[in-house]
């Protein structure tokens, strides 16, 4: 059963099947999908996976899936990377009577796809295209999770927007900013373009481009320089995997040119980052962008699950592993 995306932010509720697949280029719509459902399902243990993983060993998951103990904890399974190569194994798993939650999440998948046309022909399977978003979802988003708050005026609305580059994830991480900081719900537009701290995200794209573009030197010169606060670490990684997305989403488009979808793709990619795009689509492909992918979900996991670590030691050993993985 194909959903839209709208109406299960609306009431997760609707999302009926045992088996949804998850595709597109909006990573932040699929996170913020991925919480309802685990807060509709508060007593399930999440189980996470990758699909790699699961195909090294596609029976042992697929016992574990089937063979359920009736003194088990409910399981829900959220499979990540997901394309092609697992659609046979969902096969399998839709001739079984399984009562287990599995959601498979997608990058973007064209019209050539098995795996997303095999779901949208499949009643008995669920699939939810999650695309970009456009200013005016971005705008419902602010008005609902800054509803109370005074001084919601049109020009701080447009510069929230404006610093979210038409980003949900990072347009989130600037809404919980912005209810931490105005605890009494009086938003003041100075100390509000000096929260959302334009310049010093500019520094940090900096950094970002020239690790993805494998300039060693100047990778190393702006990690000395370039302030990084413990406290935004996952605006960080965000900021990173945005990058590595738009990348991935071009270098999956077929039959074009790499400027051509550098000039078509949607949202629009601002002129002034058109030829930095450009310079990293030449050292990137899909299996290093997966790997990388790979290796900030870890990290954001460990940040989250172990307090003593050092986030700022471990970011920069993390940028400086992207810089060298471009040039490898």
């Known amino acids: ?21 998850f595709y597109g280029e909006n990573a932040g719509l699929k996170k913020d999908l991925q919480k309802k459902i685990k807060s509709n399902l508060p007593n399930s243990k999440k189980i996470i996976y990758f699909q790699d993983e699961i195909l090294k060993k596609p029976d042992s998951f697929f016992n574990e899936i089937v063979n359920a103990s009736l003194f088990e904890k409910e399981k829900i399974y959220f499979i990540y990377q997901t394309n092609d190569k697992i659609l046979d194994l969902v096969k399998l ?14 990058e973007l998948l064209d019209k050539k796809s098995k795996l997303r046309s095999y779901f949208e022909k499949t009643k008995s399977l669920g699939i939810v295209a999650c695309y970009n978003d ?22 701080n609305i447009n510069a929230i927007i404006e610093n979210s580059n038409l980003d949900r994830i990072k347009l989130n991480n600037e809404l919980d900013k912005i209810q931490t900081y105005f605890k ?22 900096s950094l970002r481009d020239a690790a993805l573009s494998g300039k060693n030197i100047i990778t190393n010169k702006l990690l000395n320089f370039t302030l990084i606060e413990n406290d935004k670490t ?10 590595l997305n738009k990348l991935n989403e071009i270098l999956l488009i077929n039959n074009k040119s790499i ?32 790997l990388v992918l790979k290796k900030t979900f870890d990290f954001e996991i460990k940040i989250k699950t172990n307090s003593t670590v050092d986030k700022n030691v471990i970011l920069k050993k993390l940028i400086v592993e992207i810089c060298n993985i471009a040039n490898a």
């Open 184 to 205: 009494d719900k009086k938003i003041n537009r100075s100390q509000l373009l000096s929260l959302l701290n334009l310049n010093e995200n500019d520094n940090f794209d």
């Open 234 to 243: 996952i605006f960080y990684l965000n900021n990173i995997n945005q990058r």
């Open 259 to 290: 400027e051509q979808c550098i000039n078509e793709i949607k949202p629009p990619i601002f002129w002034k980052d058109k030829p930095t795009i450009m310079e990293q689509t030449k050292k990137w492909n899909l299996e290093k962008i997966q």
């Open 93 to 106: 798993l839709e001739t079984k009577d399984i009562n287990k939650k599995i959601f498979l999440f997608a």
């Open 134 to 155: 456009n200013e005016t979802i971005l705008k419902k988003i602010i008005f609902t999770k800054l509803a109370k708050y005074e001084g919601l005026s049109t020009e």
């Open 1 to 21: 059963m194909i959903y839209k995306s709208f109406l299960l932010e609306q009431n997760i509720n609707n999302l009926k099947d045992n088996i949804t697949l």
